[in-house]
């Protein structure tokens, strides 16, 4: 199984709709983070987590919401998709001081 | 705040020759770290390398190396000897070290490498 779980993996969904993106992970790392990719933007910081108790918003959080069930479980929702939702999401986890980060395989959401 | 700036938004190198990726940087804090990710076209994210701004030395593993120049603010990924699988998109990064702990990675806009036989 791999470390850092995302799920689903691709998503087609209409705008208006609520969608939530799940990543469980298997590391142990007590840091969370969800990214966006989109094409000739790299990656953008949505929200990120340091503990279960912690919640911080991202560069680009407007329209996003989150929810630390647990250490391992961080969970990113779109309240009423729109179409300029549509990117390739990722999940990442890190240890608390050093240490890279583990990234999911990504969830590729369509929002028509 | 941190800024990452990768100017070139693709490149083209022959196989087995080397080619490097540009990144420049931007930071007040004098502790941080630099990673290079890379990204094929199945779309997983890739841990090439690391280096830390204190470090002494240039960080390399296997093909990879990684031109640090603090003054110059850069950190440019040096791939030796290309092969046609390197052919995908580099990511640049930098986090901030502080005492609470490292700040988020914040990435550039990648580097798409296009390997040619």
């Known amino acids: 199984d791999a470390d850092v779980t995302q799920t689903p993996r691709n998503r087609i969904t209409k705008t208006g709709k609520r969608i939530m993106l799940e990543c469980s992970q298997t590391?142990?790392?007590?840091?969370m983070y969800w990214y966006r990719q989109d094409p000739g933007l790299g990656l953008r910081l949505i929200y990120y987590?340091?503990?279960?108790?912690?919640?911080n918003k991202g560069e680009i959080s407007d329209g996003y919401s989150v929810s630390r069930q647990a250490q391992a479980k961080f969970s990113l929702s779109l309240e009423s998709a729109i179409p300029n939702q549509t990117a390739l999401y990722f999940c990442?986890?890190?240890?608390?001081?050093?240490?890279?980060?583990?990234f999911g395989s990504g969830t590729r959401l369509t929002v028509v | 705040a941190q800024k990452i700036t990768q100017t070139q938004p693709g490149m083209f190198v022959q196989e087995k020759e080397a080619v490097t990726l540009d990144c420049t940087y931007d930071?007040?804090?004098?502790?941080?770290?630099l990673f290079w990710y890379k990204q094929p076209s199945s779309g997983e994210m890739i841990f090439l390398i690391y280096?830390?701004?204190?470090?002494?030395q240039n960080a390399t593993e296997g093909r990879y190396s990684l031109n640090f120049q603090k003054a110059r603010k850069s950190a440019n990924l040096v791939i030796s000897a290309s092969q046609l699988g390197d052919s995908a998109m580099y990511f640049c990064?930098?986090?901030?070290?502080?005492?609470?702990?490292?700040?988020?990675?914040?990435f550039g806009k990648g580097t798409r490498l296009s390997v040619i036989a």
């Open positions: 930071t007040s804090d004098p502790s941080y770290g």
């Open positions: 987590s340091f503990d279960v108790k912690d919640i």
């Open positions: 990064a930098m986090r901030e070290v502080r005492g609470s702990g490292n700040t988020p990675l914040v």
């Open positions: 280096q830390g701004s204190y470090d002494q």
């Open positions: 990442a986890t890190s240890k608390g001081q050093g240490g890279g980060y583990t």
């Open positions: 590391k142990g790392h007590d840091r």
